[in-house]
């Protein structure tokens, strides 16, 4: 995949650093169309807690407590990319994600899309997340523990 605005398939916007940004539903379905791995860069704890994608590659970029790189990080993405498939990044917020994406598109990875709000979204007025926007907002499948 392309960084180049003109030629970025449907769906993704162009962003700086990473291939690009894509919204949950887009996500969702390039995963459902088997065209991309789904991977999920939250904490081991967050997924616990918050919930899960089913069938996501649970991948954590950063771990709790202190929240150190993971040391088997790009190893995983590395296994994960050799199925030829664009590897789609879901943290919490998004933010996460756009710095996974920013380090793999440094180490080498060209396909590397980050999904739009993450997996709860945007703070609302009152500070809660999953009302505003994101996976969850979107009522895309999740489940939790």
Same mark, same amino acid.
């Given at each position: 995949m @392309?960084?180049?605005p003109s030629s970025l398939p449907?769906?993704?916007?162009?962003?700086?650093?990473?291939?690009?940004?894509?919204?949950?539903?887009?996500?969702?379905?390039?995963?459902?169309?088997g065209e991309?791995?789904?991977?999920?860069?939250?904490s081991d704890a967050e997924r616990a807690w918050v919930g899960f994608v089913p069938g996501a590659h649970a991948l954590a970029w950063k771990q709790w407590p202190g929240m150190a790189l993971n040391p088997a990080f790009d190893a995983g993405v590395q296994a994960l990319g050799a199925s030829g498939k664009k590897l789609v990044l879901l943290c919490r917020s998004g933010q996460r @994600?756009?710095?996974?994406?920013n380090a793999l598109e440094a180490a080498g990875f060209t396909d590397?899309? *980050?999904?739009l709000h993450g997996f709860e979204g945007d703070l609302d007025a009152k500070f809660h997340r999953?009302?505003? *926007?994101?996976w969850r907002f979107d009522g895309l499948p999740w489940e939790q523990m």
């Open positions: @392309t960084t180049s449907t769906g993704v916007h162009a962003a700086a650093g990473y291939a690009g940004d894509i919204s949950p539903a887009t996500a969702w379905a390039w995963v459902q169309a991309a791995e789904l991977v999920d860069v939250r @994600t756009i710095d996974a994406g590397v899309v *980050n999904v999953s009302s505003v *926007n994101g």
